[in-house]
């Protein structure tokens, strides 16, 4: 055999190897895995501010992965367990995320139930969070004279809303804030080892 010939199929087989051991094998361990018994389906108004959520960026600072108390103090922070796959049954892609700019979402919404503060974080991160990095959403939101019935006003620390003016949340805002408030992975998992 030529070694050009050996070299190609040598890369094909360690190719052929890893794509099986790291895509088809966990693909094959994970793709049946039913909801974790807990887990509440999205509702319709969440779904649609998970796409809110990926078209944001979101995952580009925030994690929902939850690490295993052998890998980190997660737990300690209040971000909950670590997770097991059950947990993502809805979730279509996961939205794992790889960077930790900001604290990890996935129990944000046993953390933070508020729907207000959610919506004054949005509009603004620095009127929660001093110094914060987060970048603002304001358009997600309406700088009005006066909100219409039916609409829903944000309420902010002094300061932060031009005089005499209202911040009315669009309907983008009300369902980023819906899928926030579902994020809630507190049940107990089904895999007792990784309960932790
Ligand atoms: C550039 C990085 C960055 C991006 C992009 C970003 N965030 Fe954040 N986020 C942060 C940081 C840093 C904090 C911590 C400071 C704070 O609370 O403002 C944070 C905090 C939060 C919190 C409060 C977390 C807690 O534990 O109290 C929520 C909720 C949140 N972000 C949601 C979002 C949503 C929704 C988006 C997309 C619309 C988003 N973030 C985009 C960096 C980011």
New binding site residues.
């Given amino acids: 055999m030529h070694s050009e010939t050996r070299l190609v199929l040598g890369g094909l087989t360690t190719l052929a190897v890893a794509t099986a051991a790291l895509v088809v094998l966990p693909y094959l361990t994970v793709r049946d895995t039913p909801p974790a018994p807990g887990l509440k389906p999205y509702t319709a108004s969440a779904l649609r501010g998970r796409t809110q959520?990926i078209q944001?960026?979101?995952m580009?600072?925030?994690s929902q992965q939850p690490r295993a108390r052998d890998f980190a103090p997660d737990a300690k922070r209040g971000w909950g367990r670590a997770t097991v796959a059950g947990d993502y049954a809805y979730d279509d892609p996961p939205l794992l995320g790889t960077m930790r700019?900001?604290?990890d979402?996935m129990n944000?919404g046993v953390?933070?139930p508020g729907e207000q503060w959610?919506l004054g974080?949005?509009f603004q991160?620095r009127a929660y969070?001093p110094g914060?990095?987060?970048?603002a959403?304001p358009f997600l939101f309406e700088l009005r004279d006066k909100a219409e019935p039916g609409e829903t006003v944000v309420t902010l620390p002094p300061g932060f809303v031009p005089e005499g003016k209202t911040v009315v949340a669009r309907p983008e805002a009300l369902d980023?804030v819906s899928y926030?408030k579902s994020l809630d992975r507190s049940y107990p998992a089904i895999d007792p080892t990784t309960t932790n």
């Fill in positions: 959520y944001h960026g979101c580009y600072c925030h700019t900001g604290p979402l944000i953390r933070q959610h974080h949005l991160p969070v914060s990095i987060m970048p959403y980023l926030l």
